[in-house]
């Protein structure tokens, strides 16, 4: 049950205790009682996550309870819990929760091996080279060169003594901005595969593999050919009609469904030679990254980089198209992947399908938004045609209702690519917002679409009571036909059409763009370490007064800023 690992959860952000992840994992837990003999339950992951004891406890309040069994250092859970408490300083969650005394619900199996010494092992093993060095370069100090890094990396597991080797102890130890989110993801990936492996080794312990949105990754495993490929069994259980079956039965009973030939004939057709060898066989490598919601911005994409071709990952459900560009003389792979629908859920799963299929260090998201305007300040007025390059993505319908009417947003605005960041610093500009070169690409693409900038609808803008609103005099807009804001994006499974929410959302949380996918990419790419990066062409202004006219010129605007900034990157990069 790795799934239910703390860290390995914080690693894939917030979408991982998302309503749908809880449900993947319940799932999982089902599957694991219909198909295991005997379930391994880490203590740690049932005491110090409370997600974790809330799925669980049905389970093991049951009567299939005696195939879980805890397993954890010392004879019992008092020992292991006692021994837990020296490894995490006071005032710690961790801490806190090995100070109470705890409820054993099932047996207790004792380890052989241990975790620390395990990952201590293999963190010596596994120096910062090459990939690792190049990936936290930016985040290091300016004096810190790779033989300093890996000096100080050799002697993390000494100074750490008996401490817990989790990120909040080891990033300290090293000279990386530990504030920086990727950062964090890139420690909590290594030491949570080291943390794995430890335990399947030691119980020769089959996994889940390739699922949705509480994998990824492939998990080191103690019996690859045992492994259990989740998303092949759930979409086979889907086409024949058992998954709701499966999802409704008593606990009691799932064990039942097991010798049912409907299902014994779907775990034949869904399982093969084990998932973790071929997951990590499929990865292939990808220069670029573009995840698009919509048809008009694939092909937008398509005209500005060069027309794709149909490419199909084995395991894999989604199907790409593969581009190849020439920039400063060097030939780069360009993957682009179109959603099957809109929505940050399906962003979310197509990005980790992604991951799993690819292995890139830069992802966008690509299209087409609402804007916020703001005409009372010109400077940071949104109009139809402009650009808004994501500094932060804000889940805005990610609230909390009472009875009273009060809403409260519990999303917390996640910065994105530092990379980014600083490109669009080296090219704001008081003239025109922006370096105007990125227009080219726009003007080139707009001429193959055979479009006109001139003979476009009229920007109309309303109050949310419906009456017309005056644009603000702008003297750059003379100089250049769209402005580019960086800025916050929001970001729902609701597609906003309310002048009032959009009005709020740009004076309470400075919301300059919304639209439905960027918080998906965002926790699958952090999940993988990957740079991720939204741009957002403005088509509308969140109201119910829209002309799909804006559509492709917002798509072609997009796809033109991308174009732009990944070119400035790969410019900078190392010869």
């Given at each position: ?14 979408f991982?205790?998302?309503?749908k ?25 049932y005491?110090?996550n409370?997600?974790?004891a ?24 008092d ?14 969650a961790q801490?806190?929760a ?7 619900l ?7 091996r ?8 293999s ?54 901005d530990?504030?920086?989110?990727a ?10 595969a080291?943390?794995f ?6 119980f ?7 699922m949705?949105?509480s ?8 019996a ?20 709701q ?15 049912d ?9 869904s ?23 919509l ?16 490419l199909e990952?084995?395991g ?27 929505g ?17 260090k ?28 994501g ?17 409260t ?28 070169d990125?227009?080219a ?15 476009l ?6 109050a949310?009571d ?10 750059r807009r ?9 800025g ?10 309310d ?16 639209e ?18 939204v741009?957002?062409?403005?088509v ?10 804006w ?6 605007s997009?796809?033109a ?13 190392p010869?």
């Amino acid at each position: 049950m790795h799934f239910f690992d703390i860290h390995f959860l914080e690693e894939r952000g917030t979408f991982a205790f998302s309503e749908k992840a809880v449900a993947e994992m319940d799932l999982a837990v089902r599957f694991a009682v219909m198909l295991g003999s005997r379930i391994f339950l880490p203590a740690a992951s049932y005491y110090e996550n409370a997600l974790a004891a809330k799925i669980l406890r049905p389970f093991l309040d049951s009567e299939v309870s005696d195939l879980f069994t805890f397993v954890g250092g010392g004879s019992s859970l008092d020992e292991f819990r006692l021994g837990k408490i020296e490894q995490y300083r006071q005032g710690s969650a961790q801490y806190d929760a090995y100070s109470r005394e705890t409820e054993q619900l099932i047996g207790w199996t004792k380890r052989q091996r241990s975790a620390t010494k395990d990952i201590a092992r293999s963190w010596l093993d596994t120096p910062p080279h090459d990939d690792a060095y190049d990936f936290l370069r930016p985040h290091l100090g300016s004096e810190t060169t790779s033989a300093h890094l890996e000096r100080l990396w050799q002697e993390v597991p000494e100074k750490l003594g008996r401490e817990a080797f989790i990120v909040e102890h080891v990033i300290p130890m090293l000279p990386v901005d530990g504030r920086n989110l990727a950062v964090k993801n890139f420690f909590h990936g290594r030491i949570n595969a080291f943390y794995f492996e430890s335990y399947t080794k030691d119980f020769s312990a089959a996994v889940f593999q390739n699922m949705n949105l509480s994998g990824g990754i492939s998990i080191p495993s103690g019996a690859p050919s045992d492994d259990i490929d989740f998303l092949a069994l759930l979409k086979m259980s889907r086409t024949s009609g058992l998954l709701q079956r499966i999802r409704d039965c008593d606990i009691s009973r799932l064990e039942s469904i097991t010798f049912d030939p409907a299902f014994q004939e779907v775990f034949a057709m869904s399982q093969t030679d084990g998932a973790a060898e071929r997951i990590i066989k499929d990865a292939e490598v990808c220069d670029l990254a573009i995840l698009t919601a919509l048809p008009k911005e694939r092909e937008a994409v398509e005209v500005v980089f060069g027309k794709g071709k149909t490419l199909e990952v084995d395991g894999d459900p989604q199907l790409y198209k593969e581009i190849f560009v020439q920039i400063a003389g060097k030939r780069k792979r360009v993957i682009l992947a179109v959603l099957p629908t809109m929505g940050n859920a399906r962003a979310g799963v197509t990005a980790a399908n992604f991951f799993r299929s690819f292995k890139t260090k830069h992802a966008f998201m690509v299209g087409i938004a609402g804007g916020a305007p703001l005409p009372g300040t010109p400077l940071e007025h949104v109009r139809l045609g402009d650009v808004v390059i994501g500094q932060s993505v804000f889940e805005w319908d990610h609230v909390k209702r009472t009875a009273g009417g009060e809403v409260t947003y519990r999303d917390s605005d996640q910065r994105l690519s530092q990379k980014i960041f600083q490109l669009v610093a080296n090219f704001k500009s008081e003239k025109t917002s922006f370096d105007s070169d990125w227009l080219a690409f726009r003007e080139r693409a707009l001429t193959e679409f055979g479009l006109d900038l001139s003979n476009l609808p009229p920007d109309i803008l309303h109050a949310a009571d419906d009456s017309l609103l005056q644009h603000p005099d702008d003297a750059r807009r003379k100089l250049v036909p769209s402005i580019v804001h960086f800025g916050k994006i929001g970001s729902g499974d609701t597609l906003l059409k309310d002048p009032v929410i959009r009005d709020e959302l740009r004076e309470k949380h400075g919301v300059l763009a919304v639209e439905m996918e960027s918080v998906g990419l965002r926790d699958a790419g952090w999940a993988h370490g990957a740079e991720v990066a939204v741009v957002r062409g403005i088509v509308d202004y969140c109201d119910a007064h829209k002309d799909d006219r804006w559509h492709m010129i917002g798509a072609l605007s997009a796809a033109a800023m991308t174009r732009f900034l990944y070119e400035k990157i790969v410019e900078a990069e190392p010869r």
